[in-house]
T-cell receptor, first 115, second 110 residues
Framework: GAGVSQSPSNKVTEKGKDVELRCDPISGHTALYWYRQRLGQGLEFLIYFQGNSAPDKSGLPSDRFSAERTGESVSTLTIQRTQQEDSAVYLC?????????????FGPGTRLTVL | KNEVEQSPQNLTAQEGEFITINCSYSVGISALHWLQQHPGGGIVSLFMLSSGKKKHGRLIATINIQEKHSSLHITASHPRDSAVYICAVRSGEYGNKLVFGAGTILRVKS
């Protein structure tokens, strides 16, 4: 596709369950970023990938959060044992390279609601 | 204190007005981004700049590196400009990630 896609667009889950969120970046983009936006708050960085490796995981809020990327393409963000405070919109972005002067293209986000 | 400060937090304007949104940051940066987030959540990158000024249609972005300040201007504002405008910076001090301001909620009334 032409842009970054994410699935599912909406996810409602019960507290304690695991969820997987998927991001398909723009083809050929080597850098991929995950962000979180809680209701009424600003965007927070979670993790970024350069190729299949993650040089910066500093934004992951706890060890319940993990992410992987395969084939320098699709990335999955996994949240284990979800808590209500994990409710947020999870946004993925990709850029051609990871450098500072590379524009990031954002996906539509996955809205996660933990009951 | 946030690393990236935006002002105002909320802005209501009448159609046709000239609008300015400000962004200040506290560290040396390599690039500054202006993003637009529409109701429904989609985010679009408007500008990426490291010096000077950029213009795209009715939007103008300026940056003053010495003063650590950037402005986003909208000329001849229109109700379709209503959105959240977000400033974000990249700096060696933050690694390779974007650090975001809290956003400015703009509403343009017809």
């Amino acid at each position: 596709g032409a842009g970054v896609s994410q699935s599912p667009s909406n996810k409602v889950t019960e507290k304690g369950k695991d969820v997987e969120l998927r991001c398909d970046p723009i083809s050929g983009h080597t850098a991929l970023y995950w962000y979180r936006q809680r209701l009424g708050q600003g965007l927070e960085f979670l993790i970024y990938f350069q190729g299949n490796s993650a040089p910066d995981k500093s934004g992951l809020p706890s060890d319940r959060f993990s992410a992987e990327r395969t084939g320098e393409s699709v990335s999955t963000l996994t949240i284990q044992r979800t808590q209500q405070e994990d409710s947020a919109v999870y946004l993925c972005a990709s850029s051609q390279l990871a450098g500072a002067y590379n524009e990031q293209f954002f996906g539509p986000g996955t809205r996660l609601t933990v009951l | 204190k946030n690393e990236v400060e935006q002002s105002p937090q909320n802005l209501t304007a009448q159609e046709g007005e000239f609008i300015t949104i400000n962004c200040s940051y506290s560290v040396g940066i390599s690039a500054l981004h202006w993003l637009q987030q529409h109701p429904g959540g989609g985010i679009v990158s408007l500008f990426m700049l490291s010096s000077g000024k950029k213009k795209h249609g009715r939007l103008i972005a300026t940056i003053n590196i010495q003063e650590k300040h950037s402005s986003l201007h909208i000329t001849a504002s229109h109700p379709r400009d209503s959105a959240v405008y977000i400033c974000a910076v990249r700096s060696g001090e933050y690694g390779n990630k974007l650090v975001f301001g809290a956003g400015t909620i703009l509403r343009v009334k017809s």
